[in-house]
Protein backbone atom coordinates (compact mmCIF):
# COMPACT_ATOMS: atom_id res chain seq x y z
CA UNK A 1 0.00 0.00 0.00
CA UNK A 2 1.12 3.62 -0.78
CA UNK A 3 0.63 4.67 2.79
CA UNK A 4 2.66 2.08 4.17
CA UNK A 5 5.78 3.04 2.48
CA UNK A 6 6.27 5.88 4.80
CA UNK A 7 6.89 5.45 8.98
CA UNK A 8 6.92 8.17 10.78
CA UNK A 9 8.99 7.78 13.88
CA UNK A 10 8.63 10.87 16.61
CA UNK A 11 5.16 11.99 17.67
CA UNK A 12 5.20 15.06 15.58
CA UNK A 13 5.95 12.74 12.65
CA UNK A 14 2.63 10.08 13.32
CA UNK A 15 0.56 13.05 14.25
CA UNK A 16 1.27 14.49 10.93
CA UNK A 17 0.58 11.16 9.09
CA UNK A 18 -2.90 11.19 10.93
CA UNK A 19 -3.67 14.79 9.35
CA UNK A 20 -2.96 14.16 6.00
CA UNK A 21 -5.02 10.58 6.33
CA UNK A 22 -7.94 12.17 7.76
CA UNK A 23 -7.75 15.05 5.12
CA UNK A 24 -7.67 12.75 2.61
CA UNK A 25 -10.62 10.54 3.65
CA UNK A 26 -12.73 13.74 4.52
CA UNK A 27 -12.17 15.28 0.78
CA UNK A 28 -13.68 11.54 -0.03
CA UNK A 29 -16.78 11.89 2.07
CA UNK A 30 -17.47 15.66 1.25
CA UNK A 31 -16.14 17.30 -1.91
CA UNK A 32 -15.38 14.32 -3.65
CA UNK A 33 -18.71 12.60 -2.28
CA UNK A 34 -19.76 11.99 -5.80
CA UNK A 35 -16.99 10.27 -7.32
CA UNK A 36 -16.38 8.43 -3.94
CA UNK A 37 -19.84 7.41 -4.29
CA UNK A 38 -19.59 5.72 -8.18
CA UNK A 39 -16.43 3.53 -6.72
CA UNK A 40 -18.55 2.02 -4.08
CA UNK A 41 -20.22 0.17 -6.48
CA UNK A 42 -22.08 -2.67 -4.43
CA UNK A 43 -21.38 -5.10 -7.40
CA UNK A 44 -17.80 -5.53 -6.75
CA UNK A 45 -15.78 -7.41 -4.07
CA UNK A 46 -14.82 -6.44 -0.44
CA UNK A 47 -13.56 -2.69 -0.72
CA UNK A 48 -12.24 -0.36 1.81
CA UNK A 49 -11.67 3.30 1.91
CA UNK A 50 -7.72 4.24 2.51
CA UNK A 51 -6.66 7.56 3.27
CA UNK A 52 -2.52 8.42 2.30
CA UNK A 53 0.14 11.00 4.13
CA UNK A 54 0.03 13.09 1.02
CA UNK A 55 -4.21 13.87 1.73
CA UNK A 56 -5.11 11.84 -1.22
CA UNK A 57 -7.79 8.88 -1.18
CA UNK A 58 -7.95 5.75 -2.78
CA UNK A 59 -11.29 2.81 -2.66
CA UNK A 60 -9.42 -0.81 -2.96
CA UNK A 61 -9.34 -3.77 -2.69
CA UNK A 62 -7.76 -4.96 0.97
CA UNK A 63 -3.85 -5.62 0.76
CA UNK A 64 -3.27 -8.83 -0.14
CA UNK A 65 -0.74 -9.77 2.70
CA UNK A 66 -1.38 -11.52 6.37
CA UNK A 67 -1.03 -9.70 7.85
CA UNK A 68 -0.22 -6.27 6.41
CA UNK A 69 1.86 -4.35 6.65
CA UNK A 70 0.06 -1.87 8.25
CA UNK A 71 -3.73 -1.95 10.20
CA UNK A 72 -6.77 -2.13 7.47
CA UNK A 73 -9.53 -0.21 7.21
CA UNK A 74 -13.61 -1.43 7.32
CA UNK A 75 -14.28 -3.80 4.77
CA UNK A 76 -16.94 -4.04 2.68
CA UNK A 77 -18.18 -0.46 2.48
CA UNK A 78 -20.05 -0.69 -1.22
CA UNK A 79 -22.06 -3.71 0.44
CA UNK A 80 -24.18 -0.92 2.65
CA UNK A 81 -24.40 1.33 0.00
CA UNK A 82 -27.84 0.52 -1.36
CA UNK A 83 -28.94 -0.45 1.65
CA UNK A 84 -29.55 2.62 3.45
CA UNK A 85 -29.74 6.62 2.98
CA UNK A 86 -26.68 8.04 1.81
CA UNK A 87 -26.14 10.40 4.40
CA UNK A 88 -26.34 7.57 6.57
CA UNK A 89 -23.95 5.43 4.89
CA UNK A 90 -21.53 7.85 5.08
CA UNK A 91 -22.14 8.66 8.47
CA UNK A 92 -20.87 5.08 9.04
CA UNK A 93 -18.10 5.19 6.64
CA UNK A 94 -16.74 7.72 8.60
CA UNK A 95 -17.07 5.89 11.66
CA UNK A 96 -14.98 3.39 10.47
CA UNK A 97 -12.72 5.76 9.39
CA UNK A 98 -11.91 7.46 12.45
CA UNK A 99 -11.93 3.93 14.44
CA UNK A 100 -9.00 3.54 11.53
CA UNK A 101 -7.61 6.47 11.93
CA UNK A 102 -6.58 5.49 15.40
CA UNK A 103 -5.25 2.42 14.66
CA UNK A 104 -2.76 3.49 12.71
CA UNK A 105 -1.48 6.12 14.66
CA UNK A 106 -1.16 4.25 17.60
CA UNK A 107 0.25 1.19 15.50
CA UNK A 108 3.30 3.65 14.56
CA UNK A 109 3.69 4.40 18.09
CA UNK A 110 3.42 1.04 18.90
CA UNK A 111 6.03 -0.05 16.44
CA UNK A 112 8.48 2.92 17.47
CA UNK A 113 8.49 2.11 21.17
CA UNK A 114 6.16 5.43 22.36
CA UNK A 115 6.10 5.89 26.44
CA UNK A 116 3.22 6.62 28.10
CA UNK A 117 3.82 10.21 27.65
CA UNK A 118 4.01 10.39 23.85
CA UNK A 119 0.75 8.09 23.65
CA UNK A 120 -1.05 10.74 25.98
CA UNK A 121 1.08 13.83 24.15
CA UNK A 122 -0.56 11.73 20.36
CA UNK A 123 -3.62 11.31 21.87
CA UNK A 124 -4.12 15.02 23.05
CA UNK A 125 -2.94 16.56 19.88
CA UNK A 126 -5.25 13.93 17.87
CA UNK A 127 -8.70 14.67 20.33
CA UNK A 128 -8.22 18.42 19.60
CA UNK A 129 -9.64 17.75 16.02
CA UNK A 130 -12.65 17.19 15.29
CA UNK A 131 -13.89 13.19 14.08
CA UNK A 132 -14.22 12.75 10.61
CA UNK A 133 -17.56 11.66 11.67
CA UNK A 134 -18.15 15.23 13.37
CA UNK A 135 -17.10 16.75 10.19
CA UNK A 136 -19.65 15.04 7.66
CA UNK A 137 -22.40 15.05 9.94
CA UNK A 138 -22.18 18.60 10.66
CA UNK A 139 -21.67 18.39 14.45
CA UNK A 140 -18.29 19.60 14.47
CA UNK A 141 -20.30 23.33 13.94
CA UNK A 142 -22.78 23.02 15.75
CA UNK A 143 -20.57 21.56 18.81
CA UNK A 144 -18.44 25.15 18.03
CA UNK A 145 -20.83 27.18 18.18
CA UNK A 146 -22.48 25.70 21.46
CA UNK A 147 -19.13 26.03 23.15
CA UNK A 148 -18.85 29.65 21.86
CA UNK A 149 -22.14 30.37 23.60
CA UNK A 150 -21.47 28.39 26.99
CA UNK A 151 -17.63 30.44 27.15
CA UNK A 152 -19.80 33.53 27.39
CA UNK A 153 -22.01 32.37 30.20
CA UNK A 154 -20.67 32.15 33.35
CA UNK A 155 -23.42 30.18 35.22
CA UNK A 156 -23.08 26.97 32.41
CA UNK A 157 -20.78 24.46 33.43
CA UNK A 158 -18.02 22.75 31.70
CA UNK A 159 -19.80 19.85 30.95
CA UNK A 160 -22.91 21.82 28.76
CA UNK A 161 -19.91 23.05 26.72
CA UNK A 162 -19.20 19.33 24.73
CA UNK A 163 -22.26 19.50 22.82
CA UNK A 164 -25.52 17.94 21.61
CA UNK A 165 -26.23 14.29 21.39
CA UNK A 166 -24.86 12.61 18.33
CA UNK A 167 -27.21 11.67 15.68
CA UNK A 168 -26.34 8.51 16.41
CA UNK A 169 -27.89 8.55 19.64
CA UNK A 170 -31.62 9.45 18.62
CA UNK A 171 -31.50 7.19 15.72
CA UNK A 172 -34.49 5.50 15.54
CA UNK A 173 -34.30 1.56 13.44
CA UNK A 174 -36.86 -0.86 13.59
CA UNK A 175 -36.40 -4.44 14.98
CA UNK A 176 -38.80 -7.04 16.99
CA UNK A 177 -35.33 -8.26 18.91
CA UNK A 178 -35.95 -7.59 22.70
CA UNK A 179 -32.83 -6.82 25.18
CA UNK A 180 -31.37 -9.40 26.41
CA UNK A 181 -32.29 -8.58 30.20
CA UNK A 182 -36.00 -8.45 29.48
CA UNK A 183 -37.97 -10.67 31.13
CA UNK A 184 -38.61 -13.88 29.70
CA UNK A 185 -42.45 -13.86 29.13
CA UNK A 186 -41.94 -10.39 27.22
CA UNK A 187 -39.53 -12.03 24.95
CA UNK A 188 -42.48 -15.10 24.85
CA UNK A 189 -45.34 -12.50 23.91
CA UNK A 190 -42.96 -11.04 21.24
CA UNK A 191 -42.75 -14.38 19.71
CA UNK A 192 -46.26 -15.00 19.55
CA UNK A 193 -46.68 -11.05 18.46
CA UNK A 194 -44.19 -11.93 15.26
CA UNK A 195 -44.53 -15.24 14.91
CA UNK A 196 -46.36 -15.21 11.52
CA UNK A 197 -43.45 -12.65 10.39
CA UNK A 198 -41.57 -13.62 7.04
CA UNK A 199 -38.19 -12.56 6.10
CA UNK A 200 -38.87 -10.63 2.92
CA UNK A 201 -35.47 -12.07 1.99
CA UNK A 202 -35.78 -16.01 2.39
CA UNK A 203 -39.01 -16.36 3.46
CA UNK A 204 -38.49 -18.20 6.80
CA UNK A 205 -40.54 -17.37 10.05
CA UNK A 206 -39.32 -14.54 12.44
CA UNK A 207 -37.49 -16.18 15.36
CA UNK A 208 -36.58 -13.73 18.82
CA UNK A 209 -32.76 -14.96 19.10
CA UNK A 210 -32.50 -13.04 15.20
CA UNK A 211 -31.42 -9.42 14.27
CA UNK A 212 -34.38 -8.18 11.69
CA UNK A 213 -35.00 -4.46 10.26
CA UNK A 214 -38.19 -3.36 8.53
CA UNK A 215 -38.42 -1.47 5.08
CA UNK A 216 -39.59 2.21 5.96
CA UNK A 217 -41.03 1.89 2.18
CA UNK A 218 -42.77 -1.24 1.75
CA UNK A 219 -43.01 -2.11 5.47
CA UNK A 220 -41.90 -5.94 4.95
CA UNK A 221 -39.54 -7.30 7.80
CA UNK A 222 -36.07 -8.97 6.80
CA UNK A 223 -33.29 -10.74 8.55
CA UNK A 224 -30.29 -8.68 8.90
CA UNK A 225 -27.95 -11.20 7.76
CA UNK A 226 -30.56 -11.67 4.51
CA UNK A 227 -30.06 -7.91 3.88
CA UNK A 228 -26.28 -7.18 5.21
CA UNK A 229 -27.39 -5.38 7.79
CA UNK A 230 -26.55 -5.66 11.57
CA UNK A 231 -27.56 -3.89 14.74
CA UNK A 232 -24.68 -1.82 15.31
CA UNK A 233 -25.47 -0.27 11.46
CA UNK A 234 -28.52 -0.16 12.00
CA UNK A 235 -28.01 2.47 14.85
CA UNK A 236 -27.14 4.46 12.04
CA UNK A 237 -30.10 4.05 9.80
CA UNK A 238 -32.49 6.41 10.06
CA UNK A 239 -35.29 5.58 6.84
CA UNK A 240 -33.91 1.89 6.42
CA UNK A 241 -34.75 0.92 2.16
CA UNK A 242 -34.85 -2.69 1.51
CA UNK A 243 -32.55 -3.45 -1.86
CA UNK A 244 -35.89 -3.99 -3.94
CA UNK A 245 -36.78 -0.36 -2.81
CA UNK A 246 -33.57 0.96 -3.14
CA UNK A 247 -33.33 -0.34 -6.86
CA UNK A 248 -36.72 1.16 -7.60
CA UNK A 249 -35.69 4.64 -6.69
CA UNK A 250 -31.99 4.13 -7.80
CA UNK A 251 -29.82 7.01 -8.25
CA UNK A 252 -30.19 8.73 -12.26
Given at each position: MEGGQYNPRTVEEVFRDFKGRRAGMIKALTTDVEEFYQQCDPEKENLCLYGFPNEQWE???PA??????????????????DGMQEKDWLSLVAVHSDAWLLSVAFYFGARFGFDKTDRKRLFSMINDLPTIFEVVTGSAKKQSKEKSSVSNSSNKSKSSSKGGQRPS????YSKPVQAKDEEEVV???DEEEHGDTLCGACGENYAAD???ICCDMCEKWFHGKCVKITPARAEHIKQYKCPSCSNKRARP
Open positions: VNLEEVPPELPEPALGINFARESVKDGEEFW
